[in-house]
Structure formats: structure tokens, C-alpha cells
């Protein structure tokens, strides 16, 4: 079996030598086929070093490339809850709204086993928390300014969150650093909950 590998092996050097050429009685290439040839081993596109690669995107800032959520006009409104949407699977929607100190907010129950909860280490001081029954509709008052975020709680694995921003969002540094520890707890989806405070 190894005789036949060897002999093999030095049959496909001796036509791949004869191939270029090597021994041969051939004629010199003409320049038509230097040409071609020469255009088959020429590089495609260009080499691009890992390190430019990194540079180049740390010079873009993730918040360029994010659009801004816009004042929701009005002083009611509505976030639905969803199995899918637009946003993906197990979503409210809008899943970012900004909103005037003193609105109100419906959370409706589109489909079914949602409902809508505060995560208490992730709403502004003083500011009452929620926890709606699961398949009911829901309706809270903001009344305190900042950064707020839900869940549903039987998806919360799924990081089925949503974020009102009330009027300023004065404590969106504390909200983004509890952010990153509870990401931690979502098996799916787990950059949706940052990239969703990155629109505020």
C-alpha cells in the first residue's frame, strides 16, 4: 500500500514539473500568455491588517450608528406586549419610548402569559415600582423623572425588556452600569437590554 502512495506521489510531481515545463522541449511563452498569466496570479483586493481593523472600528462610536429615540407626543400611551414583532421575539412595543413627566402608560396584553414588571434596581429613586398580572392589561402614571426598565417576568430569560426615559434622564449612568451586571441573566437576546438604553 505505501508503494503505491510513493509511486503515487512521484507521478503527480513528475506531471505537475512537466507541467510548468521543467525538461521540456517547449516553446518560450509568448507575451499574450505572459499576460494571462500574469493576471491570474496577480492578488485580488488587499491586505488589511487586524490591527487597522480594530482601530478603525474603535474610532466609530457605537452611539453614531444608533438612532435617538424622538418625545412621544401626547400624555397617554401605549406599549404592547408580544410573542413577535418587528424587534424580534418576546417584545414590547415600542420597545424605547421617551415621555413627559406625569404621563401614563398602557401595557397591553396582545398575547398571552406577558405581563409588565419594574426591575427594581433599575428605576429612578423615589419612583414606585410595578408588577402587572400576567395576561392583563396594565396602566402606570410617571410621575418622577429618569430611566425606567421592565420586564416581562416569565421571558425575562428571553430579555423581553423595555425602557421608558420620564423627562430627563438623570440616572441613566447608574441604570447602565446595573445594565451591564443584569444582562448576566438573559440566556437570549443579551445586548438587546444596552442597545435599547443606547437610544436614549
Known amino acids: 500500500m505505501s508503494s503505491r502512495i510513493v509511486l503515487l506521489n512521484n507521478f503527480v510531481l513528475l506531471f505537475f514539473l512537466a507541467g510548468c515545463g521543467f525538461g521540456g522541449d517547449k516553446d518560450p511563452l509568448t507575451e499574450k500568455q505572459k499576460t494571462m498569466i500574469a493576471e491570474r496570479i496577480a492578488p485580488v483586493g488587499s491586505v488589511v491588517k487586524v490591527e487597522d481593523l480594530i482601530q478603525e472600528r474603535s474610532a466609530v462610536s457605537p452611539e453614531m450608528s444608533v438612532d435617538k429615540v424622538a418625545l412621544s407626543q401626547g400624555n397617554e400611551h401605549v406599549v404592547e406586549m408580544l410573542n413577535t414583532g418587528d424587534g424580534g421575539n418576546m417584545i414590547f412595543d415600542p420597545a424605547v419610548?421617551?415621555?413627559?413627566?406625569?404621563?401614563?402608560?398602557?401595557?397591553?396584553?396582545?398575547?398571552?402569559?406577558?405581563?409588565?414588571?419594574?426591575?427594581?434596581?433599575?428605576?429612578?429613586?423615589?419612583?414606585?415600582?410595578?408588577?402587572?398580572?400576567?395576561?392583563?392589561?396594565?396602566?402606570?402614571?410617571?410621575?418622577?423623572?429618569?430611566?425606567?426598565?421592565?420586564?416581562?417576568?416569565?421571558?425575562?430569560?428571553?430579555?423581553?425588556?423595555?425602557?421608558?426615559?420620564?423627562?430627563?434622564?438623570?440616572?441613566?449612568?447608574?441604570?447602565?452600569?446595573?445594565?451591564?451586571?443584569?444582562?448576566?441573566?438573559?440566556?437570549?437576546?443579551?445586548?438587546?437590554?444596552?442597545?435599547?438604553?443606547?437610544?436614549?
Not at 410621575?143 to 425588556?161: K, L, S, T, W
Not at 437576546?189 to 436614549?200: F, P
Open 97 to 200: 419610548i421617551r415621555v413627559s413627566k406625569g404621563d401614563t402608560i398602557h401595557f397591553r396584553a396582545v398575547d398571552m402569559s406577558h405581563n409588565s414588571a419594574t426591575i427594581n434596581s433599575m428605576i429612578p429613586p423615589g419612583a414606585e415600582s410595578w408588577t402587572g398580572l400576567m395576561n392583563q392589561d396594565i396602566s402606570v402614571v410617571l410621575d418622577i423623572e429618569g430611566v425606567y426598565v421592565y420586564q416581562c417576568d416569565p421571558h425575562a430569560m428571553m430579555a423581553m425588556v423595555g425602557v421608558i426615559q420620564v423627562g430627563k434622564a438623570v440616572n441613566i449612568s447608574e441604570v447602565k452600569i446595573a445594565a451591564e451586571k443584569y444582562k448576566s441573566n438573559f440566556m437570549l437576546n443579551a445586548e438587546r437590554l444596552t442597545g435599547y438604553l443606547a437610544q436614549l
